[in-house]
Each structure stands twice: as structure tokens, then as C-alpha cells.
């Protein structure tokens, strides 16, 4: 197993900013059709172009090693990538040995079947998406999911004592009303919630700027109610945490469109085709599958540090009626 060297210079891109944070999206694949993520009949990889769980943790092993001490497995969904279990279980080995912390966002639906594996393999927090409590709004903003899934997923993962998140996209007419009591229902739960901004990537076949909403407003509507205290707390992502007053909750916000968080940004992604990007929204990266597969990791080397040269600055997202996606890439391709 690779062993993180501390002799090795931490990874830094060109502006000197420290990379520790690697997000692999395991799968473009997905048993949901968010709205906001994905078209109706979103076309996905031929398996061939999929890296194999192998080659993801080969991968891996090698970030490790280069001093990546924070991974997060997200897709597309990854609980519906066959043999989850064994990649899990396989990058958790680095924990104690390079890695902090090994985590998952995850739609929830098949967390009853994984919770109790995800636990034994080290996970100790997870992010689940949930935009909605509602069953039928619910069933209309993921075209389609069953919310019972969920609620028995998110069980099983209190049963197996993993801390959860709960994500929810803020989308203006769709569920902004629900915002103050799905607090609520975390704070009872045991559960944070992180807010997130709808951002421009990929197609979906809907305008997001009709639904778009701007965190700001929707900070101030909650402070009325629950006056909010900003805090250093911090989980190594982009979320800005705020105490709630009376309440035990943390609020996250993530707010790619009205507070810009690049210049403190420690991530990179690497996606299921084994190309890394530097930045959600932009198109440039290196593409390692190639090279993994012509030379091994000898040949991957080298493309890491091309790959930190090509972080920029900040990302460019705009969301204004009219303009198209700043990429065409959606985010379960690079993974969320
Ligand atoms: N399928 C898993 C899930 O839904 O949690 C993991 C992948 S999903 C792409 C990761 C996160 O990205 C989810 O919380 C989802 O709500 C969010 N997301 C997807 N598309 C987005 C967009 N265009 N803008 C903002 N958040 C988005
Ligand atoms: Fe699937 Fe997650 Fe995208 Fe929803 S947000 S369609 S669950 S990848």
C-alpha cells in the first residue's frame, strides 16, 4: 500500500495553494434524473471508457502518496457502481496512514444495502442529497425517486453511527419554502444541512435561471427566524458554517454564484474516465487512462504536476437568462 512520504513536497498548484482534497466520481451512471443535474435521457460512458475499481484505486493509492489526505467518492451515484464495497474498502486502508478522512455524497437510495459497509470501512461522515421531504415534490424534482428510499437509507446510516449531512440544492418556486423546516427536521434528526446555489453545468433541458436562488436572500429569510452566527467550523469543503441560535444544527452554505470561495480551494476531482480537472467550471484537464493504461503509474507521474500547472484562479460561473451552461460538462461527470 502506498504510504504518504513526508519527505515529498506537498501537492501546491501555481498560486501556492495547498491541494489535499480529491473527489472521484466512481460512476457517471445514476438511478435519479435531477432536474438541475441531468437531462431526461441523459446519455452515459460505454463501460470501456469507465476506469476499472482497479485502476480508481491504483489511482488513488497514488494521491495518497502525493499527499492527498481528504477523498471523497461521489458520481453520478456511486452506491450503484457494482462492487462499491471492494473500492471502499480499499482506499479506507490508507486511514491512519496519509488519509484523514474517506467520504461519500450519496442520493441515499440504496444507502439501506451500503451503510453498515461503509461504516466497517472507516467512513465516518457522509453528505446525502435531499431537496425536498415531500413525496411528490420530491418525485418531481429527481423525475421520478421514491423519498421512502431515502428516509430508510438515511436510517441505516444513523444505525451505523455515520454523521450525516444533508445537501439541498435551493431552487426559487421548487422548494424554497421548505428551507426553514427541513432546518428543523435536521436539527431534530441529528443532522447538519448544507445549502447549495444551482451552478451552470451541462445541459439538463430546462433554463436553471428560472429557479435559481441566490443563498444571500434566502441567509437573511432564515436569520429572521433563527439568527445565524458565521463560525470557523470547517470540513475542508467549500461550505461556510453557521451556528443557528437554540438549535444544535450546522448550516452550511455553499454559495459558488454569490460568495466566491476560490481562493482558499483544495480540491481537484478526478472523474470516471480517469481525466482531472482542477476546477469545476472549467474544461481543462489531463487525462490519465491513457497513460495508466500505455505505462502504469510511472507514466501518471508526471501528469500530476501538469495537472496542478492548470488550476486557475477561480471558476467562471454566471448564471444569467440566456447564457448557456459554463460547461458542458454536468456534475455528476466531475462529480459533486
Ligand atoms: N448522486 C449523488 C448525490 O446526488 O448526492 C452524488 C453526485 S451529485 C452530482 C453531488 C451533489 O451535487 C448533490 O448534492 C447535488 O444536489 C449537487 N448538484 C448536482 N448538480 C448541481 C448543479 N447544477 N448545481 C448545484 N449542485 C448540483
Ligand atoms: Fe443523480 Fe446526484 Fe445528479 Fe441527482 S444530483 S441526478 S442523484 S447524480
Known amino acids: 500500500m502506498a504510504m504518504a512520504d513526508p519527505s515529498r513536497t506537498p501537492m501546491t498548484d501555481g498560486l501556492g495553494r495547498r491541494i489535499s482534497y480529491l473527489r472521484i466520481s466512481v460512476t457517471d451512471r445514476c438511478d435519479l434524473r435531477c432536474r438541475y443535474c441531468m437531462s431526461e435521457r441523459m446519455q452515459f460512458l460505454p463501460k470501456n471508457q469507465v476506469l476499472t475499481l482497479e485502476e480508481i484505486a491504483l489511482l488513488a493509492d497514488m494521491f495518497v502518496a502525493r499527499g492527498i489526505s481528504k477523498i471523497r ?16 474498502r480499499r482506499i479506507g486502508r490508507h486511514l491512519g496512514r496519509g488519509l484523514d478522512e474517506l467520504t461519500l455524497t450519496t442520493n441515499g437510495t440504496r444507502l439501506v444495502d451500503h451503510a453498515a459497509m461503509l461504516a466497517d470501512a472507516g467512513v465516518r461522515r457522509i453528505n446525502v442529497s435531499l431537496d425536498s421531504r415531500d413525496p411528490d415534490r420530491f418525485a418531481h424534482v429527481t423525475r421520478g425517486g421514491r423519498i421512502d428510499q431515502v428516509l430508510d437509507g438515511l436510517a441505516a ?6 454523521a450525516v449531512k ?7 418556486g421548487v422548494n424554497d419554502d421548505e428551507i426553514l423546516s427541513m432546518l428543523r427536521w435536521c436539527d431534530d434528526q441529528g443532522f447538519d444541512l448544507s445549502l447549495i446555489e444551482t451552478m451552470p453545468l451541462g445541459d439538463t433541458g430546462e433554463d436553471r435561471t428560472d429557479h435559481y436562488l441566490p443563498l444571500t436572500q434566502v441567509a437573511a429569510q432564515i436569520d429572521a427566524h433563527h439568527p445565524l452566527t458565521p463560525t470557523a467550523y470547517r470540513t475542508g469543503g467549500p461550505s461556510r458554517y453557521h451556528a443557528v441560535e437554540g438549535m444544535r444544527v450546522k448550516l452550511g452554505l455553499i454559495t459558488p454564484l454569490t460568495r466566491n470561495f476560490c481562493a482558499d480551494c483544495n480540491r481537484i476531482r478526478m472523474t470516471c474516465e480517469g481525466k482531472i480537472f482542477m476546477c469545476l467550471g472549467h474544461e481543462d484537464h489531463v487525462d490519465f487512462k491513457a497513460a495508466l493504461r500505455e505505462g502504469g503509474l510511472p507514466a501518471v507521474e508526471p ?3 501538469r495537472a496542478l500547472r492548470l488550476k486557475p484562479a477561480a471558476h467562471d460561473f454566471r448564471i444569467a437568462a440566456g447564457e448557456s451552461a459554463a460547461t458542458r460538462r454536468h456534475m455528476s461527470v466531475t462529480g459533486g
Open 157 to 162: 446510516a444513523k444505525e451505523a453511527g455515520l
Open 166 to 172: 444533508i445537501n439541498m440544492v435551493a431552487l426559487r
Open 303 to 305: 501528469l500530476v504536476d
Open 73 to 88: 467518492l461521489t458520481g453520478g451515484e456511486p452506491l450503484v457502481r457494482r462492487d462499491i464495497g471492494d473500492l471502499v
